[in-house]
């Protein structure tokens, strides 16, 4: 029985090795599983440290812990080094996971321990637990705004829940705000700085944008005067080019704006090609250089079907 399970712990370990080369999510999968993937480092290498720690057999803890690092620490490297290789991306999160992954393996020691050790080995089990808790906590976030946003479409963002801010990325300073809202209670308030381009970033939400006429949106503008900002739309065969996406100027009216969007004209906006609505990537709202920094909130982000 014990060689059996010895068997199956191999061919696992064996298996997450390949993984972290091949196979895994795309950029249209859901970010959980997204980043819930990268969590295989650390599968991988906890399972790596208990197996290594079965052919160690009986050590002192503390040269058991330093060769389970010192392993982790290189293996670790060489791994990022060859995903570089291969067009995976290498990063310091994943060689952290790794480490974490070998501190796991020997809170799980399978080596007999001396009294002392055993007494307080409890304790450092729950301290590894602990910080296998906080990696996990922002991904099974994640994974809740996933649910929330399949079951909210064709409405990509109404702000309701505070993690749906995690939806959006960019270099403007982005919250969920209760005081302004048109519809709902709350929106999100965007701050845009004075550098050359600030903005916000709307990354996360369903694909396929293919079976419906426009994407629709509320911003409010709390200022006296009127100014600019810009909309773009790309899908993810996006060149990087000006000329390759959909680009629009909008002109901020004081009070609530409507933003209406053909998604026939977001096909046609590429110059050489059609835009792939099956396949949107990112859409943007930016401001050029400003002269003081200025706040708008945004709401009612959503897809609008033909005849509404």
């Not at 290789?85 to 001396?114: H, M, W, Y």
């Amino acid at each position: 029985m014990k060689k059996l399970r010895l068997y199956f712990l191999l061919l696992l370990a064996f298996i997450c090795g390949m993984l972290l080369f091949v196979g895994g999510p795309d950029k249209s999968t859901l970010r959980s599983l997204r980043y819930g993937w990268d969590l295989g480092h650390l599968v991988c290498f906890g399972l790596w440290s208990y197996l290594y720690l079965l052919w160690r057999g009986r050590r002192s803890f503390l040269r058991l812990s330093l060769e389970v690092l010192l392993l982790c620490l290189l293996f670790g490297a060489v791994t990022e080094l060859l995903q570089a290789q291969i067009g995976r991306e290498a990063t310091i999160q994943d060689l952290g996971n790794d480490l974490v992954g070998g501190l796991l393996g020997l809170a799980f020691l399978p080596s007999g321990l001396t009294g002392s050790v055993r007494r307080w080995l409890w304790s450092y089990r729950l301290l590894v637990l602990l910080v296998v808790g906080w990696i996990i906590f922002p991904i099974a976030k994640m994974a809740l705004d996933d649910v929330i946003a399949r079951q909210q479409f064709p409405l990509l963002s109404g702000f309701e829940t505070p993690l749906e801010v995690s939806r959006w990325g960019g270099s403007a300073f982005k919250t969920v705000s209760t005081g302004v809202a048109f519809s709902g209670k709350a929106s999100l308030q965007v701050r845009f700085g004075t550098q050359r381009y600030s903005g916000v970033a709307f990354r996360e939400f369903p694909r396929d944008w293919s079976g419906f006429a426009r994407l629709g949106l509320e911003i409010f503008s709390p200022y006296r005067d009127s100014f600019k900002i810009y909309l773009r739309i790309h899908d993810q065969l996006h060149d990087n080019q000006y000329t390759d996406r959909y680009n629009r100027t909008v002109t901020l009216m004081p009070g609530w704006n409507e933003v209406d969007v053909s998604l026939q004209d977001v096909r046609r906006a590429p110059r050489t090609r059609q835009l792939d609505l099956s396949r949107v990537a990112e859409m943007v709202l930016f401001v050029g250089k400003l002269s003081a920094p200025r706040t708008v909130y945004i709401d009612n982000v959503a897809l609008i079907p033909a005849g509404k």
